[in-house]
T-cell receptor
Framework: TQLLEQSPQFLSIQEGENLTVYCNSS?????LQWYRQEPGEGPVLLVT???GGEVKKLKRLTFQFGDARKDSSLHITAAQPGDTGLYLC???????????WGAGTKLIIKP | ETGVTQTPRHLVMGMTNKKSLKCEQH?????MYWYKQSAKKPLELMFV???????ENNSVPSRFSPECPNSSHLFLHLHTLQPEDSALYLC????????????FGEGSRLTVL
């Protein structure tokens, strides 16, 4: 059974600080997606990483896929209150239509 | 309207009630999904439809009954639910079966009394 573990589960920091969220597994994934879910909304895709070692940047957000394609990280620089939300990672594994989901990291950025 | 819309946004029902959740996508996608989201747990895939045909039923109890009359509409019929079924039910669509991008609706918050 493929699993994705996200850490930390919860993070509350001040505006302007940096943070990193991790998504780890013992399984290899063909690709990995990161979603953000704001309160009262559905998840929205931020990025998809496909190649081992790949780094993608989305403004102040930096996403990295591990060399072995078993893990990924999301780094936010100078966090803003608008970054508040639930961050979910999801890996494409053995099944053609099942993503393996992490339990999420709830991030709160205080002004 | 654009994207994926779900109704109702909130639903409270007793254990003996029968209700339905509705999802409509305006993206021209071929695949639609029902997910269950509970606090601090990974999203649970319930049902997958591709070109109106059910391709996956993840051992979901029969008290949940999906219906996909066409590639734009998806229903989840609910009956004789249990309190542990209280959760956020998310509908999603994708152009083809994953691992492509999923487009989610805002969800239906279900409370079973």
């Amino acid at each position: 059974t493929q699993l994705l573990e996200q850490s930390p589960q919860f993070l509350s920091i001040q505006e302007g600080e940096n943070l990193t969220v991790y998504c780890n597994s013992s399984s290899v994934f063909s690709s990995l997606q990161w979603y953000r879910q704001e309160p009262g909304e559905g998840p929205v895709l931020l990025v998809t990483v496909v190649t081992g070692g790949e780094v993608k940047k989305l403004k102040r957000l930096t996403f990295q896929f591990g060399d072995a394609r078993k893990d990924s990280s999301l780094h936010i620089t100078a966090a803003q209150p608008g970054d508040t939300g639930l961050y979910l990672c999801a890996g494409a594994g053995d099944s053609n239509y099942q993503l393996i989901w992490g339990a999420g990291t709830k991030l709160i950025i205080k002004p | 309207e654009t994207g994926v819309t779900q109704t109702p946004r909130h639903l409270v029902m007793g254990m003996t009630n029968k209700k339905s959740l509705k999802c409509e996508q305006h993206l021209g996608h071929n695949a639609m999904y029902w997910y269950k989201q509970s606090a601090k747990k990974p999203l649970e895939l319930m049902f997958v439809y591709n070109f109106k045909e059910q391709t996956e039923n993840n051992s979901v109890p029969s008290r949940f009954s999906p219906e996909c009359p066409n590639s734009s509409h998806l229903f989840l019929h609910l009956h004789t639910l249990q309190p542990e079924d209280s959760a956020l039910y998310l509908c999603a669509s994708s152009q083809d079966l994953v691992p492509g991008e999923l487009f989610f609706g805002e969800g239906s918050r279900l409370t079973v009394l």
